[in-house]
């Protein structure tokens, strides 16, 4: 199979702290990644596409400074929220893409991080 | 840019009945892929399917099975007897061929449809 970890998988913080969350594929080399955060409910929301040695790509709308990505090897990558506000409070996912040929990619997610900033 | 419409926003059945839930989707690109997702109350999206834009062919595994119907731009998912374990939200989502696009994978998602079984 395709695994995919995250880490941790609950937190609860006070805001103004900063709060890191990590991805890792656990059986394949993921040089893409992407990081989603979805609120009760709803749909998934892209947040930004994080690549093996690269900046990551933010969707719009996205503060790059608040939510720092690093893709610092094949099978991790981590999303830093800083100063972290109870707005932030989220479910955020996180994808590995896995694919032998660019015709077989399939992004497998982890399994979420919930966040509660009070 | 894709869009993709789950009409269906919940959708309640008995236990052992069969249930389709509805994907439409919009694309330029004349090459593209097709996924199905499935979020369990634990959060975590399932990956079930992927179907290749020229790959016409319905497929089906176990009691799932998927209609892609490329004229219509539709890809229906079929769940047959059904079971409690089947309760989730299921998510529909395009997305652009690395042909077209690439190194951009991203994945489209529509707003996804719950399904409730009742046993």
């Known amino acids: 199979g395709a695994v995919v970890s995250q880490h941790p998988s609950w937190v609860i913080c006070k805001s103004g702290t900063s709060v890191k969350i990590e991805c890792r594929s656990l059986?394949?080399?993921?040089?893409?990644m992407f990081w989603y955060r979805q609120f009760p409910k709803q749909s998934l929301m892209l947040m930004a596409t994080s690549n093996e040695g690269s900046k990551a790509t933010y969707e719009q709308g996205v503060e790059k400074d608040k939510f720092l990505i690093n893709h610092a090897s094949l099978t991790l990558s981590t999303l830093t929220v800083t100063s972290a506000h109870p707005e932030d409070s989220s479910f955020y996912i996180c994808?590995?893409?896995?694919?032998?040929?660019?015709?077989?990619?399939?992004?497998?997610f982890g399994p979420g991080t919930r966040l509660l900033v009070l | 840019a894709q869009k993709v419409t789950q009409a269906q926003t919940e959708i309640s059945v008995v236990e052992k009945e069969d249930v389709t839930l509805d994907c439409v989707y919009e694309t330029r690109d004349t090459t593209y892929y097709l996924f199905w997702y499935k979020q369990p109350p634990s959060g975590e999206l399932v990956f079930l399917i992927r179907?290749?834009?020229?790959?016409?062919q319905n497929e089906i595994s176990g009691r799932y099975s998927w209609n892609f119907q490329k004229s219509t731009s539709s890809f229906n998912f079929t769940i047959t007897a059904s079971q409690v374990v089947d309760s989730a939200v299921y998510f529909c989502a395009p997305q652009t061929s690395p042909i077209s696009n690439f190194g951009n994978e991203k994945l489209t998602f529509g707003t996804g449809t719950r399904l409730t079984i009742i046993p």
């Open positions: 179907r290749n834009s020229f790959d016409e």
């Open positions: 059986d394949f080399q993921a040089t893409t």
């Open positions: 994808s590995a893409v896995r694919g032998d040929t660019v015709f077989q990619e399939t992004q497998y």
